[in-house]
């Protein structure tokens, strides 16, 4: 039980990291253009992060597939210029462009599972039993993502609902700040690749 509380501290503490802010930024890109009523919505989409994460959280860790580092840091940045591009462009919802966005966090989570694989492998070393720790920090990382989630809901709400600003704007203002900085971080971390 003791493992189980640590390694559970060790995710939640992992996305809710400032210094590895590029996973928060992504879950706000994701949930930004949602709002409280639509938090049906928004547990199906991060459900879907949660799939595509989980499972190449799990085959990393379990050294079923190997990515180098330095490519999985720079397409982190990507998903999240990606997602907020969408977001901008977006101008109404419609049924086909939720399911696309569903399918959108399931397949970003796939990469986003490869940048925490990184971070847990660092902390297991060479463990042979780890399908315990491997549960509980995606259970940790779970938790945290909730926070972020209904920081961002909460956040809207304020916005659009007391302010008064129209959701486009708020849309548009969340998802414009957050493309500059994951654009930023996506040209740093190319250059990185490149040497």
Known sequence: MQDFSLYFA???????????????????ALCGVYALPDWRKVFVLVTAFT????VTLALSVLNKIKVP?????FLIPVTIVFTCLSNILRKKKSAALIRFNYLMAMLFGL????????????LLGRNSNILAELFSFNLGLEMG???IVLTILFLS???????????REWNLFLSSAIFGVAF??????????MQ
């Open 10 to 28: 060790l995710g939640w503490e992992h996305i809710l990291d400032w210094q590895g802010y590029d996973h928060i930024l992504f879950v706000c």
């Open 51 to 54: 799939l595509g994460h989980s």
């Open 69 to 73: 580092t330095e490519l999985v840091e």
């Open 111 to 122: 990469i986003h599972g490869l940048g925490f694989s990184n971070y847990l492998k660092s």
């Open 145 to 147: 993502q909730i926070i």
């Open 157 to 167: 709400f304020i916005f659009t609902e007391i302010v008064k600003t129209p959701r």
């Open 184 to 193: 930023t971080m996506a040209i740093e971390r190319l250059a990185n690749l």
